[in-house]
Every structure is written in C-alpha cells, then in structure tokens.
C-alpha cells in the first residue's frame, strides 16, 4: 500500500500561472483533505471532501478549486497562482472521525 | 470559528529532561487528536483522545483530555533526540473537519 500520494514534490511558477496539485489515496477512505501549511505555522484546512461527490470549503478557500474525481483522488487547483500561495500543501485522507494519513507534501513556490 | 492554541509555541529540552505542552481550545470537541511532525516530513498521527479527562499513554508519552473537553496536554519523560519535532494538537467539534493548533516545535540538547 502507497497510503497517500502527491504530485509533484516541488513546483515553481509564476504569478498568474495555474496548476494543479494531485492526490491519491489507496485505503479506501470516505474523507479526503487539503491543508496549507505556511513556514514555522500550523495546518489549515483549505478544501475538504466528506465523501465523494461531496467538497465544502474549510478555513482558507479563496484562490483554489477542488475536484473530487473518485473516492481514490482529489486534486486542488490553483487558477492564479499569487505569491501568498508559496506554501507546503499536504493532502490527507480518513475515515470519519478517525486518524488522518498525511501525503509527503508539494512544495509550492509562487514567484 | 473555532480556535486551537498551543503553548508554548518552542521548547528547548535537555536529554533525559521532561516537559509538557499544552493545547487549548476555544469550543468544546468532540475528539481531539495528536500529531508529530518530523522536519521536513509530514504530520504523523499519535493518538486520539475522545471521553472526559481521558489519559492515555504510549511509552514515554501520556496524553490527557481535559474534563471540560476544550483542553489536552502531552507530556514527554526522559526526553530523547528521537522527540525532535514539531506536536500538534488537532480538535474537532463536530463531522470530519480538524482544527489544528499552531504546534509546539521541540529542540533536543544532547
């Protein structure tokens, strides 16, 4: 089992470019999460998806869009990239109210 | 919206010493979960507290939750180089949704 995966590792753009970020998972969870976290700071929610076909927005939505795809992946999207979106992003997976299983994180660089 | 605060924010501990880090919410949870962070790596899941003044313990690790459920603590004995890392504290109030406090960030002096 490859638990929970992200891709890319690193990316680097420019302000103005779009991308997306892409995360699976293979435990069979209902959830799936995306956080932020900015250097030497917490996580915050960005987007979460309860179960699929299910997104709702968490603490700090403005700039991304989310697609729940299947339950296996969920994608977050930058449309605009600006450079307070320079972050470490994890996407992490679950089933209710249990323990989440973290991705080995994008590193995100927004000039 | 709900609020999770650690304190303290940094803690130098010597080899062989013990501390304790505190978390506090600013709702009631229903649940409140630890993690640990290792530099440059990815939250890991510690432990789940869920009943009132629920202590729970994992070796050198003891979790309690407090009676009012806004707060928990974790307390490392005889900490060694391998605690080095970044605790956090993570509560929900209600469905899925994790709030998560700003971490405790842990130096180890040998």
């Known amino acids: 089992n490859a638990g929970v995966t992200q891709t890319p590792k690193f990316q680097v753009l420019k302000t103005g470019q779009s991308m997306t970020l892409q995360c699976a998972q293979d435990m069979n969870h209902n959830s799936m999460y995306w956080y932020r976290q900015d250097p030497g700071m917490g996580l915050r929610l960005i987007y979460y998806s309860a179960s699929e076909g299910t997104t709702d927005k968490g603490e700090v939505p403005n700039g991304y869009n989310v697609s729940r795809l299947n339950k296996r992946e969920f994608s977050l999207r930058l449309e605009s990239a600006a450079p307070s979106q320079t972050s470490v992003y994890f996407c992490a997976s679950s089933e209710y109210r249990a323990e989440q299983f973290f991705g080995p994180g994008t590193r995100l660089t927004v000039l | 919206g709900q609020q999770v605060m650690q304190i303290p924010q940094y803690q130098h501990v010597q080899e062989g010493e013990d501390f304790t880090t505190y978390c506090n919410s600013s709702t009631t949870l229903s649940n409140i979960q630890w993690y640990k962070q290792r530099p440059g790596g990815h939250p890991v899941f510690l432990i789940q507290?869920?009943?009132?003044?629920e202590v729970k313990k994992q070796k050198r690790l003891t979790f309690q939750f407090g009676e009012a459920k806004k707060n928990s603590s974790l307390h490392i004995t005889a900490t060694q180089t391998t605690d080095v890392g970044t605790y956090f504290c993570a509560g929900s109030a209600a469905g899925n949704k994790l709030t998560f406090g700003g971490g405790t960030r842990v130096l180890v002096k040998p």
């Open positions: 507290l869920v009943k009132s003044g």
